[in-house]
Nanobody, 125 residues
Framework: VQLQASGGGLVQAGGSLKLSCAAS????????VSWFRQAPGKEHEFVAG????????LYEDSVKGRFTISRDNSKDTVYLEMNNLKPEDTAAYYC???????????????????WGPGTLVTVSS
């Protein structure tokens, strides 16, 4: 299983970016797939994710109404559309997947079996 996040960049506050997570080696409908972020000196923070076999996403409170996670199973790709970006959204963003994670652990980075290199999002004020 391999995951590759892309789409990061430098954007001004209020701007938008769309991240992509291309997956290979599995049919992602059977996997929980989530986005996490890590700011310098901080732990990985859950941003948004799809539980296993469930198309109802969960979001971290600070991104609700601004970020949207979606998936295209035909392309084995999960997206994170980020609007109205704020400087505090600056971080490296990672996608992660697991076939065994339960709903109550969806927000926990340590419960994921697979993750890929991050993509850096920098929001200037």
């Amino acid at each position: 299983v391999q995951l590759q996040a892309s789409g990061g960049g430098l954007v001004q506050a209020g701007g938008s970016l769309k991240l992509s997570c291309a997956a290979s080696g599995f049919a992602n409908r059977g996997y929980a797939v989530s986005w996490f972020r890590q700011a310098p000196g901080k732990e990985h923070e859950f941003v948004a994710g799809f539980p296993r076999n469930n198309n109802r996403p969960l979001y971290e409170d600070s991104v609700k109404g601004r970020f949207t996670i979606s998936r295209d199973n035909s392309k084995d790709t999960v997206y994170l559309e980020m609007n109205n970006l704020k400087p505090e959204d600056t971080a490296a963003y990672y996608c992660a997947a697991s076939s065994r994670i339960i709903l109550s652990s969806l927000r926990s980075w340590s419960h994921y079996a697979y993750w890929g290199p991050g993509t850096l999002v920098t929001v200037s004020s």
